[in-house]
């Protein structure tokens, strides 16, 4: 398909065409980016070591924090090399690539977040057979289903994006490649693609963000019959889950669910959601979760013990 094209490479505007702004924001987004993949490891770390931390809802936990360095890195790595750069270039399969990986991860992490809601409703609703419900078994195949939903997500998106002819504009008013600037670039008619584009991304995007609205209401209305701790101990939970779906599904309904077209103001809500919504969900898990901060403690406690000897 690449030969079939006269572009075969993009040219990035990036956020700013300031150069003190950019070598202001490559510190920035270096920090946050280091952060996010030691924030989301210590997570990850904390729950294969920890014994207190093998139910079913920290094992969702440990795969949501991998997808979250996944898909960071599929943008935030190449914002933060461009912003050293004059000239901001990506080539066509790269473009192709990074648009693949963009979309698996986030398809991945959509499906991971409907596992956990539904985990959270399983040991809510129905405590008696939560272990026979959410068995090993069970978790590995829910997970594996979210990884199987992310690549047919990802691959119907890039399928479409294959098909568009790109024969003269080539800079894409954006730090990554994604497909509604890609749509603006393409030289034919790009209405129908456009609006399967928007049934396939804004529309899962709708749909998993109004199930899990649902399935936490569900869940809420079930607490009035519980005792007061019972009911803090499972609002606690379910507030951390219901916080990281706000911060992930309303900047991507925003992006998503709509024509195709782009608007000033996507580049600082991707940023958002591909920087700073995975920053955000180790802290919001850690410190809303006594026991996660607990197994925190005793792993930085063995490894100072460790480091001693």
């Known amino acids: ?38 924030g989301n490891s210590l997570i990850v770390l904390t729950v294969l070591t920890s014994r207190s931390l093998g139910s079913p809802m920290y094992f969702f936990l440990s795969y949501l924090s991998f997808v979250e360095i996944c898909y960071s890195s599929s943008t935030a790595l190449k914002l933060i090399s461009d912003l050293l750069a004059e000239r901001k270039t990506i080539p066509w399969w790269g473009c192709m690539t990074q648009l693949f990986f ?18 959270r409703y399983v040991a809510i609703c129905k405590p008696l057979n939560y272990t026979t419900i959410m068995n090993q078994q069970v978790c590995m195949v829910l997970v594996g289903m979210a990884w199987v939903g992310g690549f047919v997500h990802s691959l119907s998106q890039i399928l479409l994006v294959f098909q568009l002819p790109f024969c003269g504009p080539n800079v894409i008013d954006h730090y990554f490649c994604d497909v509604l600037p890609l ?22 995007s709708v749909i998993s963000f109004l199930v899990l609205l649902v399935s936490y209401m569900v869940i809420l209305l079930h607490l009035r019959t519980r005792s007061s701790e019972g009911r803090r101990k499972a609002l ?46 180790p802290v919001i898990y850690s410190l809303r979760n006594a026991e996660v901060k607990k197994a925190m403690k005793r792993l930085w406690t063995r490894t100072m013990k460790l480091g001693g000897t």
């Not at 075969?8 to 490559?26: A, D, H, Y």
């Open 1 to 38: 398909m690449a030969n079939t094209h006269n572009v075969t490479e993009f040219i990035f505007l990036g956020l700013s065409p300031n150069w003190e702004v950019q070598r202001v924001c490559f510190v920035i987004f270096l920090l946050l980016y280091v952060a996010i993949v030691l």
């Open 102 to 119: 963009l979309h698996f991860f986030g398809g991945a992490e959509i499906f991971l977040l409907t596992v956990m809601a539904y985990d």
């Open 183 to 204: 749509l603006q670039l393409a030289c034919s008619d790009t209405l129908l693609i456009g609006l399967l584009i928007v049934a396939n991304g804004g529309t899962l």
């Open 236 to 281: 606690s939970t379910c507030g951390s889950h219901i916080t990281v779906v706000m911060l992930f599904f309303v900047p991507c309904v925003f992006i998503y669910l709509r024509p195709s077209t782009t608007l000033p103001a996507d580049k600082i809500v991707a940023v958002f959601y591909t920087v700073v919504t995975p920053l955000l969900n």
